[in-house]
C-alpha cells in the first residue's frame, strides 16, 4: 500500500466533505484519528525508531480502516465487492429481533439479550454494570452459574485441577428473558451484584499506591443469584456464580486467520517456562491436549482459539455465529433447535399458569402459542416439554419442523452476517509518532508484557471453516463457500495477545482461573467510542492502570513479575505504558 498516496486520497476526501462514515458509530475524519491535517507534518505510515510502518496498520493492510471506528469494514471486503453484503449483515447486528417481523423474526421462546449490540456497545467492549438487566444497552454481561467442587468435565475429559462445571438446569449462557407464557430461567429481578474494595494491600503485599505515593483502587463483582430465581425443576444446588463481560468484536476474522501450526509453536515456546492450561496443551508430550480440540459441526476437529475459556475454534462455529443463534434463540437450517435445558422445559410443561395461557389464548391460529396448543392440558404439557427441551428426540426432527415451520434466519441473511463479522476492520494506530508512545512501547517491552500480550501475527492462507449454512447458500447460488467471505492471508496483524490461556489469581476470579490473553489493539478508542474503558473479563479494571495492577494481585500469577515492575516505575514511564496502550 502507498501510504503517501493513501493519506493524500483521504485528505482530499476530508477537505471535499465526501468522507463516508459508518451506520452506528460517530466515526471521526482520519484528521482526527492521526491528529493532524498537514501532509508535510504527518507521520502516519511512516517507520520511526521504535515502530515500524506496518505497526500503524494492526489489523494488516487488508484489515486496518483508518476511521475512529469500531464498525468500519475492512478493505479486503471492499476489494470481494461485498459492501451491500456487510451492511445488511450490519442491520442484524444493530437492530431488536422481535416474534414474527421480517427480516430479524423469531426472538424467544427464552433469550439472553434481544439484539447484538446490547452486549457489545459501539461494537466494543461490554461495560460495567451495577445490576443486571438484560434490556440495558452496554451490559455485556453473561452470567456463568457452575459447581465450584464439581470436576470440570469437556468432551468426555475430566479435568480435576480445576473443577467448574456448569450447572445443567440452564443453558451455558444463562437467559433470563422469556415470552408470554413462559417465565425466564432465571429471574433477574433477583439477581444482585455488589461490587467491593481491596483492602489495605493485596495478598502479594504491594500496597494500594505506587512508591511515589499515586494511588489507585481495585474493585471486584460478588454476584448473588438466590435459588428462587430459578424456574426450572430440579432447582439447582451448591453452585457459585461469576461474571463474564464482552469484548470488542472487531479484528475477530483476522484472529480466525492465524493458523493452527502458529499458534501451537507459541504454546511450545511458553511452555519452557510457565505452567499452560492441562486441558490445552501436554506438556510432557509437547503437544495439544485432548481438550484442545473443538469438534465442528460436520464433525471436523480445530483447535480452540475464541473466548476467555478457548471454547470455540472457528468464527463460524463460536462467537458471532453461535451467538447469533444462542443470544436471541432464532433458528436457521442447520441449527433448527432452541437453545434450552430439560429442567426449563420440564418446569414450564407442569406450569398451570403456562398451561391455563396456552388452553385460553393457543386455539387462535396466528397466536404465538398456538404450535403449543392441544385439546387436552395433559397434551399441552407434553408438547410444551418437547417442543422447549433441546434435548428430546425432536431436536431438528418432524416434530419441531411440523410446529415451528421454517428456519426463522435464511442461510442469505446468515451469509450476510459472517460477511460483516468477518469483514470489520481494526482501527489504525494512533500518534505512534509521538515520544511517549515510543517510550511506552520501550518500558511495555522491557518489563515483559510482550511475553503474553504478544504483538504480532503472520497470518497463512486463510483457509476459513464453512458451516453448513454458508455452504447451503453458496450452493444454491453457484458460488464457491471457500471463497465468498472475507479472508485475510498473508498479512501481518498486531493484536496483542498469544492466543494463550493464563491465570492471574484474582479475587473472584473467572470460572476455572484460565483466561485468554486478551487482544490489546484497538482499546484505546473505548472511552471515546462506547463512553467506558472498562477492561478485564468482567469489567473490574476502570482503567489501564487497574488493569494492570490486577496482574500483580498474588504472587502465584503469571504475570506479577512483569506487573511488579509496572508497580516499580517512576510516573512518567508509568503514563508512557499507558499512553502506548491508548495508542495501538
Known amino acids: ?168 438446569e440452564v443453558t451455558g449462557m444463562p437467559q433470563t428473558k422469556a415470552m408470554e407464557p413462559f417465565k425466564a430461567p432465571i429471574d433477574e429481578n433477583q439477581i444482585t451484584i455488589t461490587w467491593k474494595k481491596v483492602e489495605g494491600s493485596m495478598p502479594s503485599g504491594l500496597p494500594l499506591h505506587f512508591p511515589d505515593g499515586e494511588t489507585y483502587e481495585l474493585i471486584y463483582p460478588e454476584v448473588n443469584i438466590p435459588v428462587t430465581a430459578f424456574n426450572t425443576n430440579p432447582k439447582p444446588t451448591n453452585y457459585e456464580v461469576r461474571l463474564e463481560s464482552t469484548i470488542g468484536i472487531y479484528g475477530t476474522g483476522q484472529l480466525d486467520a492465524i493458523s493452527t501450526e502458529d499458534m501451537k509453536a507459541q504454546y511450545a515456546a511458553e511452555a519452557n517456562y510457565a505452567q499452560l492450561n492441562p486441558r490445552m496443551w501436554n506438556t510432557t508430550a509437547q503437544d495439544w491436549a485432548e481438550g484442545a480440540y473443538y469438534t465442528l459441526a460436520d464433525g471436523t476437529k480445530a483447535i480452540k482459539k475464541f473466548t476467555y475459556a478457548m471454547t470455540r475454534a472457528s468464527l463460524q462455529d463460536g462467537a458471532g455465529a453461535n451467538a447469533i443463534w444462542n443470544i436471541t434463540n432464532v433458528t436457521r437450517s442447520d441449527r433448527r433447535y432452541l437453545y434450552s435445558t430439560t429442567a426449563w422445559a420440564k418446569a414450564m410443561s407442569e406450569d398451570p399458569e403456562v398451561i391455563n395461557y396456552i388452553r385460553q389464548n393457543g386455539k387462535d391460529k396466528s397466536s404465538l402459542v398456538h404450535p403449543y396448543y392441544a385439546d387436552t392440558d395433559e397434551k399441552i404439557a407434553e408438547k410444551v416439554f418437547t417442543m422447549l427441551d433441546m434435548n428430546t428426540a425432536a431436536k431438528g426432527g418432524d416434530n419441531y419442523t411440523a410446529a415451528f415451520g421454517e428456519a426463522e434466519m435464511s442461510d442469505k441473511d446468515y451469509y450476510d452476517f459472517m460477511v460483516w463479522h468477518r469483514g470489520l476492520a481494526v482501527p489504525a494506530a494512533r500518534n505512534l509518532d509521538d515520544t511517549t508512545v515510543q517510550r511506552g512501547k520501550v518500558v511495555f517491552n522491557k518489563i515483559g508484557c510482550a511475553s503474553c500480550h504478544r504483538p504480532s501475527w503472520q497470518t497463512k492462507e486463510d483457509n476459513y471453516w464453512v458451516d453448513n449454512s454458508i455452504k447451503a447458500y453458496a450452493n444454491a447460488n453457484g458460488l464457491d ?104
Open 1 to 168: 500500500m502507498d501510504n503517501k498516496f493513501l493519506l493524500k486520497s483521504s485528505l482530499l476526501l476530508i477537505m471535499s466533505g465526501t468522507l463516508l462514515t459508518a451506520c452506528s458509530d460517530n466515526d471521526d475524519t482520519l484528521g482526527q484519528v492521526l491528529g493532524t491535517l498537514e501532509e508535510e507534518e504527518s507521520q502516519f505510515g511512516k517507520a520511526n525508531d521504535v515502530f515500524t510502518a506496518a505497526e500503524w496498520y494492526p489489523g494488516g493492510e487488508q484489515g486496518t480502516t483508518t476511521k475512529a471506528s469500531y464498525s468500519a469494514v475492512a478493505p479486503c471486503a471492499e476489494q470481494m465487492g461485498l459492501e451491500t453484503s456487510f451492511n445488511k449483515g450490519e442491520d442484524f447486528f444493530e437492530h431488536l429481533y422481535t416474534y414474527t417481523d421480517e427480516p430479524r423474526k423469531g426472538l424467544g421462546p427464552a433469550w439472553v439479550r434481544s439484539s447484538c449490540i446490547h452486549c457489545h456497545p459501539s461494537y466494543g467492549h461490554g461495560k460495567r454494570q451495577t445490576e443486571y438487566r438484560a434490556n440495558t444497552i452496554g451490559n455485556g454481561y453473561l452470567l456463568v452459574v457452575y459447581h465450584p467442587d464439581e470436576a470440570f468435565t469437556e468432551d468426555g475429559v475430566r479435568y480435576t485441577d480445576f473443577p467448574s462445571n456448569y450447572i445443567a
Open 481 to 584: 463457500a471457500n471463497q465468498i467471505l472475507p479472508k485475510f492471508s498473508y498479512q501481518t496483524i498486531w493484536p496483542y495477545t498469544d492466543m494463550v490461556q493464563h491465570r492471574l489469581f484474582m479475587e473472584n476470579d473467572i470460572r476455572t482461573g484460565w483466561c485468554r490473553t486478551t487482544p490489546l489493539w484497538g482499546r484505546g478508542l473505548s472511552l471515546r467510542l462506547t463512553g467506558a474503558e472498562d477492561r478485564l473479563h468482567d469489567c473490574r479494571a476502570r482503567n489501564e492502570i487497574e488493569a494492570i495492577m490486577w496482574h500483580a494481585y498474588s504472587k502465584q500469577s503469571d504475570a506479577y513479575s512483569s506487573a511488579k515492575k509496572f508497580y516499580e516505575l517512576k510516573k512518567e514511564d508509568r503514563d508512557a505504558v499507558v499512553k502506548f496502550l491508548r495508542s495501538i
